[in-house]
């Protein structure tokens, strides 16, 4: 079994389930205006597995590059893509849920001004995106991440 985790690209289908694979520290790429040729093409050369919805574009990559996804709804879908990659031995701190850049940890003092008072006031722990420069703390997405994470694992079991 490979140490290193599967990097993905999701089709146009699956943009929240991709949003959350970046979340767990996933590395995939999405965007809702790739062609399906971009998406092969991409595939090949980033050595990403497509993750589809699309029964021909499965069918037309090559064996063991392409999974099509089943199941209908977002935390469904991501059940079956954990399941099948065993993706829980590979969470991550998370990425960006917007752009998929990595989160770094950020000083108090850095965000100052770039936050809700009430959010500077009460966390103490923030990061950002080192490509859209974001800002996330735990009260929000972390949270609720971290409820999903230990759903997925649960579900991995
Ligand atoms: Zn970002």
């Known amino acids: 079994m490979n140490a290193?985790?599967?990097?993905?690209?999701?089709?146009?289908?699956?943009?929240?389930?991709?949003?959350?694979?970046r979340m767990m520290g996933i590395d995939t790429f999405y965007d809702n205006?790739?062609?399906?040729?971009?998406?092969?093409?991409l595939c090949l050369e980033e050595k990403r597995i497509l993750?589809?919805?699309?029964?021909?574009?499965?069918?037309?990559?090559?064996?063991g590059t392409s999974r099509?996804?089943?199941?209908?709804?977002?935390r469904e879908q991501l059940r079956?893509?954990?399941?099948?990659?065993?993706?829980v031995r590979f969470i991550l701190p998370p990425r960006c849920s917007l752009c998929n850049g990595e989160l770094a940890a950020l000083g108090k003092d850095a965000v100052e001004g770039l936050v809700p008072s009430y959010v500077f006031r009460s966390q103490q722990v923030f990061q950002r995106c080192s490509r859209c420069a974001?800002?996330?703390?735990?009260?929000?997405?972390?949270?609720?991440i971290s409820d999903f994470i230990a759903a997925v694992r649960n579900a991995c079991d």
């Open 51 to 63: 993750l589809t919805k699309d029964a021909a574009l499965h069918g037309s990559m090559p064996v």
């Open 134 to 144: 974001r800002i996330y703390w735990p009260g929000t997405h972390l949270a609720k």
């Open 4 to 21: 290193a985790p599967p990097r993905f690209a999701c089709d146009v289908m699956l943009g929240s389930t991709a949003r959350w694979l």
């Open 80 to 87: 079956e893509i954990a399941g099948a990659f065993q993706l």
């Open 33 to 41: 205006q790739a062609a399906d040729a971009d998406l092969k093409r």
């Open 68 to 74: 099509r996804v089943e199941a209908v709804h977002t």
